[in-house]
């Protein structure tokens, strides 16, 4: 498939033109996710372009109306996200040509994102391969009740910017590459909370204003008891509010305990991959390797 793009572009009467997405305004990227129905605030779409890169569509008056970013985690791997195009310009070829503008800026890269439903035919026919279901799970938290013993006498912390270096290397294990920038920054905007065994890192959690309220994410453990004692912390304390969680995990204990503390599925986007595959076959096994159970955002995998 043809892969390079022109710099200028005429849709619907409409003259547009690519312009980098560091120096478009920031209300107007804000405006545009809320047109399409997205929850991102004027804080997360600023701390995406900090972590990442990417362009805009602008008409001849210098509007946005559409975007697209890309994330390079380490090595040759990059997430794509935030592509999105005015709901007057959909279906008109805009999703397509600023991808092809991402694709010129990734030669070399194997890509991964994660595709709405209405996006999902777009990524398709650019060559991306669907590998697995994310299910958006939200609501008012309810409170989880007492956390009981910690698992296998392993003991929770809170955790912060001094223990990155712990973060990086166990997330690195669970998603394949790595992204201590990332978890740097999010750090800075996150509460956190770590399992430990004998001063060993197996799990953790992070959570952060987003949206509507928060989001728990990333989440790494070994398994569903692990994960569920780093994230019981934050759904207690954001009990009776908005809470928000993105997972590969349909069953099981740690999908009945969202379920459970009033997180039920609400949405799900497909992960989808181009190059090679992004997630190994062995990663949703418990005790396989370490797994990635919360999307740091669909954005950023």
Same mark, same amino acid.
């Given at each position: ?10 849709? /619907?009467?409409?003259?547009? @033109? ?7 305004e920031?209300?107007?990227? +804000? ?61 008109n ?25 209405a996006?999902? @035919? ?18 008012e ?9 910690? $698992? ?28 201590? $920038? ?12 770590g399992?430990?065994?004998? /001063? ?22 070994n ?10 912390? +934050?759904?207690?304390? +954001?009990?009776? +509010?908005?809470?928000?969680l ?20 609400? /949405? ?10 992004w997630?190994?076959? /062995?990663?949703?096994?418990p ?15």
């Amino acid at each position: 498939m043809e892969r390079t793009a022109s710099e200028s572009m005429v849709v /619907d009467s409409v003259q547009m @033109r690519i312009g980098d997405i560091a120096e478009a305004e920031l209300d107007q990227l +804000h405006a545009l996710s809320i047109a399409v129905g997205w929850p991102h605030r004027a804080e997360d779409w600023q701390f995406l372009r900090r972590v990442g890169k990417g362009v805009v569509a602008m008409d001849d008056i210098g509007r946005v109306l559409g975007s697209a970013m890309w994330f390079p985690h380490g090595g040759n791997f990059a997430t794509v996200g935030m592509v999105i195009t005015s709901p007057r310009l959909q279906a008109n070829g805009t999703g397509r040509w600023l991808m092809q503008h991402a694709f010129a800026r990734l030669a070399g890269y194997t890509l991964g994102l994660n595709a709405t439903r209405a996006a999902r @035919r777009l990524y398709l026919s650019l060559g991306f391969a669907a590998e697995k279901i994310v299910y958006q799970c939200q609501g008012e938290a309810h409170e989880p009740g007492p956390p009981g013993a910690t $698992p296998d006498g392993a003991h929770l912390r809170a955790i912060d910017i001094a223990d990155l270096a712990l973060l990086a290397e166990l997330d690195r294990q669970a998603y394949g590459a790595d992204r201590m $920038p990332v978890l740097a920054g999010l750090l800075k905007h996150s509460k956190g909370f770590g399992l430990f065994r004998n /001063d060993r890192l197996d799990a953790f959690s992070l959570c952060r204003p987003f949206g509507r309220g928060h989001v728990i994410g990333p989440v790494v453990a070994n398994g569903d008891r692990d994960a569920i004692a780093v994230i019981r912390p +934050h759904v207690s304390e +954001h009990a009776g +509010h908005f809470l928000r969680l993105d997972t590969r995990q349909k069953d099981g204990a740690f999908a009945a305990f969202l379920s459970r503390c009033g997180m039920p599925v609400f /949405d799900t986007v497909t992960t989808m991959s181009l190059g090679k595959r992004w997630i190994p076959e /062995d990663s949703l096994i418990p005790e396989a390797r370490p797994m990635t159970y919360a999307l740091a955002s669909q954005a950023l995998g």
